[in-house]
Nanobody, 122 residues
């Protein structure tokens, strides 16, 4: 599975950004598609996840109600719509694919994209 994330940039607090993740290769083998983020000096953390099959969604408490994850199976795309952005959302955002275990833990993901920077100014 190959993943390519895009869509990051500089945005003001309260603004919105939409991230995209293009998946290719043996995508049918992955169950969960997730977004993670890593801020400078911090560990990578879970943001949101969804499933290819039924579209179930999962969110970190810090983004619930502001971020929305979605997927288009036919196009092999996963999106992260981020609204009401805060300076603390500043991080490099990564999409990842999981072959079927827990959606939450970083080390359960098998494939990672290259990351895209999101910077939220106050």
């Amino acid at each position: 599975v190959q993943l390519q994330a895009s869509g990051g940039g500089l945005v003001q607090a309260g603004g919105s950004v939409r991230l995209s993740c293009a998946a290719s290769g043996r995508t049918f083998s992955s169950v969960f598609m997730g977004w993670f983020r890593q801020a400078p000096g911090k560990e990578r953390e879970f943001v949101a996840a969804t499933t290819w099959s039924g579209g179930s969604t999962y969110y970190a408490d810090s983004v619930k109600g502001r971020f929305t994850i979605s997927r288009d199976y036919a196009k092999k795309m996963v999106y992260l719509q981020m609204n009401s952005l805060k300076p603390e959302d500043t991080a490099v955002y990564y999409c990842a694919a999981n072959l079927g275990s827990s959606y939450y833990y970083t080390d359960k993901y098998d494939y990672w994209g290259q990351g895209t920077q999101v910077t939220v100014s106050s």
